[in-house]
């Protein structure tokens, strides 16, 4: 590989590829050469695709019925999140073993600043990543793709261009290289964002290269001048090891679409559950709650709601849901319910006493409870009512 | 129908009226105010379905009739009248425009029918009692900032107006909270009102007959049932629907035992506070009350901005107990030591705990504030 600066950048970006289905075939290596896709249920979506489906035009987040049409050979495998929160564990440790500057961005991908490691590895940062590289294929059996840039932004860029197990390298062409690449290639942008910038007659990067500061404050609107700074390549965000999640949440597609309040209302529970137990293990609050719902017809809606102060009791997660819920429940059919925390609150915030709700101290002892059931007997062991199916439903 | 009235005499009753009318409503009819002459008398009627307002005018050459128009534009073409003027209004029935004439002006206005208007007066108020406009004053200004604006938990979204007895005295009692602070108030129970059941009355009805209390002086009579409340002063009768809820048990809440008294002078303290907090602009930063045997430090810190503090000491205030600190949001300071005049009492058990602040005083009003994490 040659690149003028190769061994003057420091920023990487580490992205694995297709990494549950690639944990799958690490497993199952009779697979290797077969396409593989991991989701859930007879109505879940694909959580990840391998390279041969992806091939048939499978990809990530699209609605399982859809990907068996375009891929029927494939391989379904449900997903078995223990195992890759294992594998991920095991990437990072060795991350960690080359800066402590690592700023994990999701199960399977991370930023790293490798500034100063030199001495330590003995070799500079591009070369100290192609090692690392070999030994995550090594130890964990699956492949990454590494960008390096001398920012978070090109180095998450150069992690795309080259995928699978790939290795790419943006310097100081950075500009005339993303110059000619569609807006959509900035994270962020998403298609209606995308609609709207077409509309100005912005489609190329170029286009929005070649705005000033006081043009693109004008044209775009109070975030356009930094806008055209990342479309020129620049970022300024520092990787930061600290940096705490955003949001929580929790979410299911139904086997069937369901329309009625109570139908949805039994699921929203469940979820309200799972959303608390989750906030409780990162030891985190919800400050404000986001309801998502997706229509038979794919079309999404949000809905949020703050809390009146920061709570992680499956009842008041609930019941603010429920008031968000009952005016979306107008007789459409949803695939889709989820819910999620954000803003988030530090779990120290979680549930303070509350001068209108006279019986939280009560309640907060009665989840403690149950949790404590729970972890000693199983999630299952001990639920409420509205969980469960009515006798309505059963007839 | 037909009726002369003064300007002055109209413009105030339409000001009345079109402030219930609902500014974005859906139902062209709830714009309007229905002019009502019936037996020599004039009536103006605004509703919103929650809220109707009825005044009586002072009018001359009344004949019989009725119709509703548009409450904005009405009350827009009389305020722009000139001063002293003599209004006719003349309606001829049916689907006629409404004329109205003063001096050489004249105007028409399209009306919708009567019948299509939505009566609010229907039902028994069992419950009635007469409370002076003044004390009615006091237990909504020292509890309304208190009012919650969640959704979620409508039923603290008014006061609750309930019969109580404190110290071996009945009382009527108004409560309101959004979780974060309560404020108790209460008056000499009036007449009549022991029997009546806990309600909790709207927020926007609150604000309304907040704002016809300024012009009331003597009593106002309540009547009410468990759905409806309905408060007469003078020639002004406001009737509203109740918020269908019930309100917390709020008393488990008021901390009995807190022994840490801490006084300080309103002025001094306020003062302090808002000179404190303008180191924030963040309203959610709390401000931090340090305080131990006479010496009252309040002290704020932001990350971006820096930090603040100043001392109270022994002639300002007064403290008798061991070293505290404690946090709160500087609104709600503010909010309740607005409604202090004199001495500011302070009821502390620790900085994790609900505090009681009163009126050192005045025993008719109690607010009890959550602390924040300092």
Redesign the interface.
């Known amino acids: 590989m040659r690149h003028p600066q190769l061994y003057a950048l420091h920023i990487a970006h580490v992205d694995c590829d297709a990494f549950y289905a690639s944990v799958e075939k690490r497993d199952r290596p009779e697979l290797a050469a077969r396409p593989v896709i991991v989701g859930g249920g007879v109505r879940g979506v694909v959580s990840a695709a391998c390279y041969i489906a992806r091939l048939s035009g499978v990809r990530s987040a699209m609605p399982m019925f859809k990907a068996l049409a375009a891929c029927p050979d494939a391989v379904v495998i449900k997903p078995d999140f223990a195992k890759y929160v294992a594998a991920s564990r095991q990437i990072r440790a060795l991350m960690n073993t080359l800066t402590p500057l690592v700023q994990p961005l999701s199960i399977d991908e991370a930023v790293l600043d490798l500034s100063g490691t030199e001495a330590l590895h003995r070799a500079p940062p591009a070369v100290a990543l192609a090692r690392f590289a070999l030994a995550v294929e090594r130890e964990a059996g699956v492949t990454i793709s590494v960008g390096l840039a001398p920012n978070r932004l090109l180095a998450k860029i150069a992690a795309g261009r080259d995928k699978p197990r790939g290795f790419c390298v943006i310097g100081g062409e950075a500009r005339a290289l993303l110059a000619p690449e569609s807006v959509r290639l900035l994270p962020g942008i998403g298609p209606a964002f995308a609609r709207k910038l077409e509309s100005l007659g912005i489609t190329k990067l170029a286009h929005l290269q070649a705005l000033d500061e006081r043009e693109a404050l004008r044209r775009l609107g109070e975030d356009g001048p930094a806008l055209v700074r990342r479309a020129r390549g620049e970022d300024s965000r520092i990787v930061d090891p600290g940096r705490e999640t955003k949001s929580v949440s929790a979410e299911t597609t139904f086997d069937t679409d369901l329309s009625r309040r109570e139908d949805l209302e039994r699921h929203l529970w469940r979820l309200s559950e799972k959303l608390a137990r989750r906030l409780r293990e990162a030891d985190l609050a919800a400050a404000g709650l986001t309801l998502k719902l997706k229509t038979s017809r794919f079309a999404s809606r949000t809905r949020a709601?703050r809390l009146?102060?920061p709570s992680r009791l499956p009842d008041t997660l609930f019941?603010?849901a429920r008031?968000l819920l009952a005016r979306e429940t107008d007789g459409t059919a949803y695939r889709l319910i989820g819910i999620g925390a954000q803003p988030l609150a530090p779990g120290?915030?979680a549930d303070?006493?509350?001068?209108?709700?006279?019986l939280r101290p009560k309640r907060a002892a009665a989840q403690a409870a149950i949790d404590a059931l729970r972890a000693k007997f199983g999630g299952d062991a001990i639920g409420k009512g509205r969980g469960f199916p009515g006798r309505r439903d059963k007839c | 129908m037909k009726f002369k009235a003064d300007r002055a005499t109209l413009m105030k009753a339409l000001a009345h009226v079109q402030s219930v009318v609902e500014k974005r409503n859906t139902i062209p009819i709830l714009a309007n105010v229905m002019i009502a002459a019936r037996d020599g008398k004039l009536t103006l009627t605004a509703t919103d379905m929650e809220i109707a307002i009825v005044e009586e005018v002072a009018a001359t050459g009344v004949q019989d009739g009725s119709c509703t128009a548009p409450a904005g534009t009405l009350y827009e073409i009389v305020r722009k009248l000139p001063e002293g003027a003599e209004i006719q209004l003349d309606h001829a029935g049916g689907e006629a425009q409404l004329a109205l004439r003063a001096g050489r002006f004249a105007t028409a206005l399209v009306v919708l029918p009567t019948d299509d208007f939505p009566s609010m007066t229907a039902g028994a108020l069992p419950h009635r009692f007469s409370v002076s406009a003044l004390a009615l004053r006091g237990l909504i200004d020292r509890t309304r900032f208190a009012i919650?604006t969640?959704?979620?938990?409508y039923y603290?979204n008014g006061i609750y107006l309930h019969a109580a007895e404190s110290d071996g005295e009945q009382v009527l009692r108004a409560v309101a909270?959004?979780?974060?602070?309560?404020a108790r108030v209460e008056e000499p129970l009036p007449a009549g009102a022991a029997s009546m059941p806990g309600v909790i009355v709207p927020r926007k009805t609150v604000a309304e007959l907040r704002k016809l209390l300024d012009e009331v002086s003597g009593d106002v009579d309540v009547a009410l049932s468990d759905t409806r409340i309905q408060f007469k002063a003078g020639s002004i009768t406001l009737t509203s629907k109740l918020i269908d809820g019930t309100f917390?048990?709020?008393d488990?809440?008021i901390p009995r035992d807190n022994d840490k008294v801490l006084r300080v002078g309103k002025a001094d303290f306020a003062a302090a506070v808002a000179r404190v907090s303008a180191i924030s602009s963040e309203r959610s930063r709390p401000v931090k009350l340090s305080v131990e045997k006479n010496l009252l430090e309040i002290s704020a810190a932001s990350p971006e901005q820096g930090t603040a503090r100043e001392e109270l000491d022994e002639g300002r205030m007064s403290y008798n107990s061991s070293p505290l600190e404690i946090g709160f949001q500087a609104r709600y300071l503010n909010d309740i030591t607005d409604q202090i005049a004199g001495e500011v009492e302070f009821r502390f058990s620790d900085g994790a705990?609900?505090t009681v602040v009163r009126d050192a005083a005045d025993s008719s009003a109690l607010y009890?504030l959550?602390p924040m994490?300092v």
């Open positions: 709601q009146s102060s019941e603010t008031a120290s915030d303070l006493p509350d001068l209108a709700d006279p | 919650s969640e959704e979620t938990r603290l909270t959004d979780g974060h602070r309560l917390p048990e709020y488990r809440v705990a609900p009890v959550m994490r």
